[in-house]
């Protein structure tokens, strides 16, 4: 399975689920708001904000979280966040993405250098790891959904490109471009999505052991648990034997 996938469960075993939920909902809300803010505060006629609504109800931020998130980009006072990118390399050469939105680049940029280099990683120029990765659009349907060639049958005729399936789920993966139209279109056969994002796509994921996969989740988790980071990729793979001992 992808290490984004692994590095999720592996995340919900830890005791730490009321602080991750907490952080979480703040940072599906900031993209909410962002989202807004940016075009059409009606979900229905802004496909950025749909897919943020969308993302936020799966994860099972409440409505009126989700409302309270829409009104404030409607507001005077709402703030203006730049969307970053920082690219960098993690313990044993494991190419990483950084995505952030920040009110306050150096406060952020120096954050995130500092993880890297306390952590055994090192941050990189814009463009030194984004070409190990394609930025595609996800969707994740649980293994009720349907077998394997009944999921793999809707996603060709949704216009989707590829397809993963496990025991844990589907995931079906399309064009950046065409995120809102496939998760649209896969509605109608297959019902609702657990998630539809933007992701990036390691190209070659690479396995690595219980000794870099350590060193590698606590940076991954200083990343995380900074308020303006949204997202952590990482171009790396986790065996069964040793996602257990994480």
């Not at 991750?20 to 940072?27: A, E, Y």
């Amino acid at each position: 399975m992808a290490g984004h996938s692994k590095w999720a469960n592996i995340q919900h075993r830890k005791g730490r689920q009321d602080a991750i939920r907490s952080k979480l909902f703040s940072k599906l809300a900031k993209e909410i708001t962002v989202a807004a803010k940016m075009g059409d505060p009606d979900p229905e006629k802004n496909p950025r904000l749909r897919l943020a609504v969308k993302e936020a109800k799966s994860n099972s931020v409440p409505k009126d979280v989700i409302d309270r998130a829409i009104k404030k980009s409607l507001g005077g006072d709402a703030e203006n966040y730049d969307e970053i990118r920082y690219e960098g390399y993690g313990p044993n050469g494991v190419a990483i993405m950084v995505e952030a939105m920040t009110d306050n680049r150096n406060r952020t940029a120096s954050n995130v250098r500092s993880y890297f280099t306390k952590h055994g990683g090192d941050l990189g120029q814009t463009g030194s790891v984004a070409f190990m990765f394609d930025r595609k659009g996800e969707i994740m349907y649980p293994a009720s959904a349907g077998d394997a060639d009944t999921v793999m049958l809707a996603a060709i005729e949704a216009g989707a490109e590829d397809v993963e399936s496990d025991e844990d789920g589907h995931w079906i993966y399309c064009a950046d471009s065409d995120l809102n139209e496939v998760s649209t279109a896969l509605e109608g056969s297959l019902g609702e999505s657990e998630t539809a994002k933007l992701i990036w796509k390691p190209q070659a994921p690479t396995e690595i052991d219980l000794e870099t996969a350590q060193k590698l989740m606590k940076l991954i988790e200083a990343l995380e648990d900074d308020d303006d980071v949204q997202n952590v990729t990482g171009n790396f793979e986790l065996s069964d034997e040793v996602a257990a001992q994480l």
